[in-house]
């Protein structure tokens, strides 16, 4: 079964940066499968913020995050990346990994808090 470790988060200033990163142990078909990232911001639900597919070649990001955060994964080490720059007091959350069409058990997810 899989299971997902993120990991990156912290505090940080507005306007900074931050590289998050997710192991899918376990998984026997990430390398064929779209994978996404989640947000559940404080007192909210957890929501996709961005995706890409299998071959790396299309990535989709949720309006608020587009052209600041950048999506992308290594096959062969079962591993995806978000790079978030620009980083807004909205940004703050705790953001998971998971298959782009949610399935198994959700990490521990990893804490971004945005603050001056």
């Known amino acids: 079964q899989v299971q997902f470790v993120e990991s990156g988060g912290g505090l940080v200033q507005p306007g900074g940066s931050l590289r998050l990163s997710c192991v899918a142990s376990g998984s026997d078909d990430f390398n064929l499968s779209p994978m996404g990232w989640y947000r559940q911001a404080p007192g909210q639900r957890r929501e996709l913020i961005a995706r890409?597919?299998?071959?790396?070649?299309?990535?989709v990001y949720e309006d608020s995050v587009k052209g600041r955060f950048t999506i992308s994964r290594d096959n062969a080490k079962k591993t995806m990346y978000l790079q978030m720059n620009s980083l807004k007091f909205e940004d703050t959350g705790v953001y998971y990994c998971n298959y782009y069409n949610p399935r198994g058990s959700w990490g521990q997810g990893t804490r971004v808090t945005v603050s001056s």
């Open positions: 890409i597919n299998s071959f790396s070649s299309v990535s």
